[in-house]
């Protein structure tokens, strides 16, 4: 924190940490796009493979073979830029709800252990007025003493993923900073017919396992004359063969990827109308339960312990949310298209 204070009073901490205690799940990424190590290295990538096809397309004497591989090292490199975009917008992604989600999972058990304290109290009290035994005060004891340290170790968790948050967003150090709860995900309208007629061309793996079989078949061209021994021509046939065998595994390994993300996406956005029903029928018995304290017909224990259930169905929600999320991510990823609108919305 002082390291912080420090970086703020030299003005070296970004914007949003600057003018706000807290952080957006667009600023997080528009960090990470600007400052983050893995689309700067693109750019530069991309940059420097620009500038030597240049260089190269100017000079006359450029051979065909060193021509071909320059116009294939752009090319992967302007695909793999977008490609680092997705799967940054996925890292972060995945950092940002991980910690926001692990956050509300100690205000969680924060709730249990005072309930369970309150357990105790209550059993130690009964068995005081001779109305409840020994065993059942070590009971309560003993789920006292595990939601405590299932807290310790939820709380333990907290600065590993702050500091995984961080190294993407190209800094030290996060703070004291909060998060705000993600927005509500798009729902997912995809065509998974239109996506794979140029999904190949979208992907860096695929995109370099083209480029292979496009320069081996040059090889194979450049080889087959009456001049260059038959030996050459016959191992760059070969490797022509061991190309096109990993260029139709990659395209398959492409294709069932999109076809298993999109699954999972479609099966996690479901999974959100469940929760929001458990979250709706737990907040109607917290409702009656106020009611019939009210009236004098239960204890306040049982109006706690069932406010715990309420607070518990509200983080499965955010899981919910957050799976669909995360799942729409790996989904764009896989497609080599942005379906969350993230990265749009956050490229500079």
Do not use: C
Not at 26 to 52: D, F, H, W
């Amino acid at each position: 924190m002082v390291f912080g204070l420090l970086l703020l009073a030299f003005g070296l901490l970004p914007a949003w940490a600057q003018k706000q205690p807290s952080l957006t799940l667009l600023q997080a990424l528009q960090q990470a796009y600007t400052n983050g190590p893995t689309v700067q290295s693109a750019q530069a990538t991309l940059q420097n493979a620009t500038l030597q096809l240049q260089a190269l397309e100017a000079d006359p004497s450029t051979l065909i073979v060193a021509l071909t591989q320059a116009r294939q090292s752009a090319e992967l490199a302007r695909v793999n830029l977008e490609a680092a975009h997705l799967q940054v917008m996925k890292d972060v992604l995945d950092a940002y709800l991980g910690l926001y989600e692990a956050r509300q999972n100690v205000e969680l058990l924060q709730a249990q252990v005072a309930l369970n304290e309150r357990n105790l109290n209550v059993a130690k009290a009964r068995q005081a007025a001779g109305n409840a035994t020994a065993l059942e005060v070590a009971r309560a004891q003993t789920t006292l003493d595990s939601s405590r340290q299932s807290l310790t170790n939820a709380q333990a968790q907290l600065p590993v993923l702050a500091a995984q948050l961080a190294t993407l967003l190209g800094v030290s150090d996060l703070g004291n900073v909060a998060l705000d709860p993600p927005p509500p995900a798009p729902a997912l309208q995809a065509d998974l017919a239109a996506l794979s007629k140029d999904l190949f061309s979208r992907l860096p793996n695929v995109v370099q396992a083209q480029q292979a079989v496009d320069l081996a078949q040059l090889n194979v061209k450049l080889a087959d004359n009456d001049y260059t021994p038959a030996v050459n021509l016959q191992s760059a046939k070969t490797s022509l063969e061991n190309n096109q065998r990993a260029l139709q595994t990659a395209r398959q390994n492409a294709q069932t990827s999109l076809a298993n993300a999109y699954q999972t996406a479609t099966n996690a956005f479901k999974g959100i109308a469940l929760a929001q029903a458990n979250v709706a029928n737990a907040q109607k018995v917290v409702d009656q339960d106020q009611a019939a304290l009210k009236a004098g017909t239960i204890s306040a224990v049982q109006l706690q312990t069932d406010q715990v259930s309420l607070k518990s169905a509200q983080y499965s929600l955010i899981q919910a949310q957050d799976g669909y999320w995360k799942a729409l991510a790996a989904f764009s990823v896989a497609a080599g298209q942005d379906f969350t609108g993230l990265v749009q919305a956050a490229t500079p």
